[in-house]
């Protein structure tokens, strides 16, 4: 009774809330997290055109990058000429956004010319409608992508991979966004182990549960989302990419490591003060065995306290085998304090975890970011050396450096101690279909990033990343089958951490990688891109004296109007 009094008086409110927002043309659907125009953005802050953008939480909403948009076109003179050919390409995407007009837009089933489709300045929809109460836009993807690879551990395959989808957005009353993406793909030309190659270096394949079987892998995103007069306040329900943290090359708290997950999510902004809670359904296992409910709860602050330096205090909490908890529902809580109230059996099943990020802007074009993880933390051990790994701490720095040539260029410490993310039930690790939620550094790993983003144009863009990473590794069994050590640095398996023994950083079998990652994007025409990427990876297991080297390529044509 209570539970339905509950779901009744929330829906009231949110009608309520519908009958008295004020009138404002503004969509509220939200851009996705692999948008471009976040680096845009984020370049922009470092120039001094929107110093108080915030990068440590995406997606954004149409309304709120619009608004960025419109000081970057006050500021146009400021700008350097390719970023004002970036601006004009991000001005006619977000057009309807930023004016309410569609004068930069063609929508392919319309009287207008077919040959628009192929126009470098208009921004292609498959069908539009605009009205003061209304709005609709739907589009077509399509993506062909041949994958290879060679080495000595990752042998040698080839796949071919095709997929077409459809995606439909808008906004009804100025106030409800509603978008939906539908895929299909089929791969072609392929073995068991082409599909397992192609599964272990796509996060979105790996998590899809159809590719491994070789059939037609589907895949969806879509929500709805409700937003206030001015967006103090709005909430999302759906699936999409979320990501959280301030990170510039990988994130700590919530990453793009993993495929989409389904939730439920609270945002409040006032001035310089912005939160979210998010409540999520994510997908485990305990040793191969489906679990019967896994979820995840997270809290995040941001404070921007000046335009030269913001804060954010993050904590998470891993639920397993409860369906649905009011505990973890509460938006204004304690995330680790409700786990320890919810009794003790339940306590030592699921995963907490706190942060805290900083950045600091110091002088023009150059940010400066650290963020401390706490997986565990008991103050009376804490600097005791037979703690049994029960102070478990990730942390990271970073630097971003923007210049006039366009291009973007940083670098990244990050720390990962034994069973960090992990968790000793096998139940509760920091993980979505076994893939990180975090950064993609397995535990018991450390890892020095250095990137470089050039854009040549604002149609052809380069990137480089070199990783060297030092982990250490392993599980021992005894003659009886039983763990008789584990050096945490597996993230799906965190059995023993607790009474076996306690472990130094990198203790294990020793494994060093370097990794050498190219990406190249090429738009030649507005919506239609031609993407390549190609790594190579040196992996030496120092332990057993043992080199290998592997390199695989992904090639790409992809539509998207």
């Not at 793909?185 to 272990?200: C, H, K, M, R, V």
């Not at 937003?227 to 990501?243: A, D, H, K, M």
């Not at 018991?444 to 983003?453: L, M, P, R, V, Y």
Request: proline share 2%.
């Amino acid at each position: 009774m209570k539970k339905r009094f509950f779901y009744c008086f929330t829906f009231f409110l949110f009608c309520y809330s519908l009958l008295i927002s004020h009138y404002s043309l503004s969509q509220v659907e939200l851009v996705d997290a692999d948008n471009p125009v976040y680096g845009f953005l984020k370049r922009m802050q470092l120039d001094g055109i929107i110093p108080e953008y915030n990068s440590s939480e995406m997606p954004l909403s149409r309304y709120e990058v619009a608004g960025f948009l419109k000081i970057i076109k006050n500021n146009y003179n400021k700008i350097t000429s390719v970023d004002r050919k970036f601006f004009e390409d991000y001005e006619a995407e977000f057009e309807y956004d930023m004016y309410h007009t569609t004068d930069k837009s063609y929508s392919v089933i319309s009287k207008e010319s077919f040959k628009n489709i192929f126009s470098n300045k208009k921004q292609k929809d498959l069908v539009r409608y605009t009205d003061s109460s209304f709005t609709f836009f739907s589009g077509l993807t399509a993506e062909l992508s041949q994958r290879g690879s060679s080495g000595d551990s990752i042998n040698d395959n080839s796949i071919l991979l095709a997929e077409a989808g459809l995606k439909f957005r808008g906004t009804f009353f100025n106030s409800v966004g509603y978008y939906l993406k539908l895929t299909n793909g089929q791969p072609a030309s392929y073995n068991d182990s082409d599909l397992i190659f192609a599964s272990e270096t796509d996060p979105l394949l790996k998590g899809n549960a159809n590719f491994l079987n070789g059939r037609n892998f589907n895949s969806f995103e879509g929500y709805l989302r409700y937003q206030t007069n001015n967006n103090w306040l709005s909430l999302v329900f759906g699936r999409t990419q979320l990501i959280q943290g301030k990170g510039y090359i990988d994130k700590l708290f919530l990453s793009d490591n993993t495929y989409p997950f389904d939730f439920g999510k609270l945002n409040l902004s006032y001035k310089k003060i912005n939160y979210s809670f998010t409540y999520g359904s994510i997908k485990g296992d305990s040793v191969t065995r489906p679990l019967s409910a896994k979820n995840i709860a997270t809290h995040y602050l941001n404070v921007n306290f000046s335009n030269a330096f913001r804060a954010g205090f993050w904590e998470a909490v891993i639920i397993s085998n409860q369906p649905f908890s009011f505990t973890y529902l509460n938006p204004v809580s304690f995330l680790t304090s409700a786990d320890l109230s919810s009794g003790k059996e339940q306590t030592t099943e699921n995963n907490a975890l706190i942060g805290i990020d900083l950045e600091v802007i110091p002088f023009k074009n150059l940010s400066l970011q650290t963020t401390l993880l706490i997986d565990d933390l008991t103050f009376g051990t804490l600097f005791k050396k037979d703690s049994l790994n029960e102070n478990k701490f990730g942390w990271q720095i970073g630097a971003l450096w923007t210049n006039s040539l366009n291009m973007n260029i940083s670098a990244e410490f990050t720390h990962l101690d034994p069973f960090v993310y992990s968790h000793r039930t096998n139940k509760s690790t920091y993980t979505n279909r076994s893939m990180s939620l975090g950064h993609a550094l397995p535990p018991n790993s450390d890892e020095i990033a250095f990137k470089i983003d050039y854009d040549i144009s604002n149609r052809l863009n380069l990137k480089f990343l070199f990783q060297h990473q030092r982990s250490g590794e392993g599980i021992i069994l005894d003659s009886n089958g039983s763990i008789a050590a584990n050096y945490g640095g597996n993230i799906n398996f965190g059995l023993g951490d607790a009474y076996l023994r306690t472990n130094g950083f990198l203790d294990g079998f020793r494994v060093n990688r370097d990794i050498f990652t190219f990406n190249l994007l090429w738009q030649p025409v507005k919506q239609f891109y031609i993407e390549g990427k190609f790594q190579y990876r040196i992996i030496d297991n120092i332990s057993k004296d043992i080199k290998f080297n592997d390199m695989y390529y992904f090639a790409t044509i992809k539509a998207d109007i």
